[in-house]
C-alpha cells in the first residue's frame, strides 16, 4: 500500500512539475518574437537581455509595467504580468550565457567617450560597462549601439524617466560627449567570464521620488 501511495505522490510530483515547466515556456514564448528564443535580439534597435543584469531586467519590466519607460509594447505586455512574473522573466533571461557581438563603431568617438567615461560613467557603470554590481544599472559593454543611442535620446528629451542623479550628470555634459560614451560602451569586446554579475537581489525599489519632478507624470490607462 505505501509502495502505491508512494508511486501516486511520484507521479503527482512529475505532472505539476510538467505544468510548471509548460508555464515558464509560455511566460518567455511572450519575449520571443521580439527578444529571441535565448535572449539574444534579432533587430539592432531591441535590447539583447541575455546575461544581463538579474536586477536591472525586473526593475525595467517594473517601470515598463507603470509607465515608467515608454513602450506601448512593453507596457502592454507587462500590465498582464504578476510580480512573480516579472521576476522569472528576469531571472530566465539573466540566466542565459551573455553574448555580444562585435559591431562596427566610431574608434575616435569611442576615444573621446572613454574620456567622458573615466569623468562621470565609471562611478555607477563599472568596470568599463561589464559590472552589474548596482541593481539599477544595466550591463553595458557591448550592448547595441542603435538601441543605446535610441534610448539615452528618449532620456535627454524627457521621454523616459530615470533616477535624479543620472539625471543631474547627464545635464554636466553635451549631447556629443554622451554619445561619445555609448560608442565607448558599444566597443567593448567581452566575454561571459568577465562579467561581474554581483548585483544585489531584484526588488529593492528606490523610491518613486528618485524621479525628477519636472518629467511628466505616466497615465493610468
Do not use: W
Not at 510548471?20 to 519575449?31: D, F, I, P, T, Y
Not at 542603435?146 to 543620472?166: A, G, W
Amino acid at each position: 500500500m505505501l509502495r502505491v501511495i508512494a508511486a501516486l505522490l511520484m507521479a503527482a510530483c512529475a505532472v505539476s512539475h510538467a505544468q510548471e515547466a509548460a508555464r515558464r515556456e509560455g511566460l518567455v514564448a511572450v519575449c520571443v518574437p521580439c527578444h529571441g528564443a535565448a535572449g539574444i535580439a534579432g533587430s539592432e534597435e531591441i535590447p539583447s537581455l541575455a546575461g544581463q543584469n538579474e536586477a536591472y531586467l525586473y526593475e525595467s519590466l517594473k517601470d515598463f509595467k507603470e509607465g515608467n519607460r515608454p513602450s506601448p509594447t512593453m507596457r502592454g505586455i507587462a500590465r498582464e504580468l504578476a510580480d512573480g512574473e516579472l521576476r522569472e522573466l528576469a531571472r530566465h533571461f539573466a540566466a542565459q550565457p551573455y553574448v555580444r557581438s562585435i559591431q562596427p563603431v566610431d574608434p575616435g568617438r569611442a576615444t573621446r567617450g572613454k574620456e567622458v567615461y573615466v569623468r562621470l560613467c565609471q562611478i555607477c557603470h563599472l568596470d568599463e560597462g561589464r559590472s552589474t554590481t548596482y541593481a539599477e544599472y544595466p550591463l553595458l559593454a557591448g550592448l547595441s549601439l542603435p538601441y543605446m543611442l535610441k534610448e539615452m535620446k528618449l532620456i535627454q528629451d524627457k521621454r523616459r524617466r530615470v533616477e535624479s542623479i543620472k539625471q543631474s550628470m547627464l545635464e554636466l555634459v553635451s549631447r556629443q560627449q554622451i554619445d561619445d560614451a555609448i560608442h565607448f560602451f558599444a566597443s567593448q569586446r567581452v566575454t561571459p567570464e568577465q562579467v561581474s554579475n554581483t548585483a544585489t537581489s531584484p526588488g529593492k525599489r528606490t523610491k518613486r521620488s528618485r524621479f525628477r519632478n519636472d518629467l511628466p507624470t505616466p497615465s493610468a490607462d
